[in-house]
Nanobody, 128 residues
Framework: QGQLAESGGGSVQAGGSLRLSCAASGYTYSRYCMGWFRQAPGKEREGVAVIDSVGRISVADSVKGRFTIAEENDKNTLYLQMVSLKPEDTAMYYC??????????????????????WGQGTQVTVSS
């Protein structure tokens, strides 16, 4: 049984930076769509950024230019580098994955229900 484990969340002031990590273990698929979602209290879970097995990246407009998704395959780790953080970025951030498919095969990468593998989440709080 595979696992996704996030780390790196915390509390920062507006304008600050954080780097989230997602360590994947127990998966042996060569094709995947993996990425980051976030959910603020009372709001829908929303897609932040994803990357697939051939390196195609999609990023939400709300974070474009501020957040960067990257992967380190030899460490089975996914990252989300976040800079210029805003209070509206405050949310629980989740690592998500769907295997045996590339992101374009999910219909829309933003649909959280298209992903069957999730981490526990890591909290990011940005104060003004």
């Amino acid at each position: 049984q595979g696992q996704l484990a996030e780390s790196g969340g915390g509390s920062v002031q507006a304008g600050g930076s954080l780097r989230l990590s997602c360590a994947a273990s127990g998966y042996t698929y060569s094709r995947y769509c993996m990425g980051w979602f976030r959910q603020a209290p009372g709001k829908e879970r929303e897609g932040v950024a994803v990357i697939d097995s051939v390196g195609r990246i999609s990023v939400a407009d709300s974070v474009k230019g501020r957040f960067t998704i990257a992967e380190e395959n030899d460490k089975n780790t996914l990252y989300l580098q976040m800079v210029s953080l805003k209070p509206e970025d405050t949310a629980m951030y989740y690592c998500a994955a769907e295997f045996s498919k590339d992101c374009w095969q999910l219909g829309s990468w933003r649909r959280h229900y298209a992903y069957n593998h999730w981490g526990q989440g890591t909290q990011v709080t940005v104060s003004s």
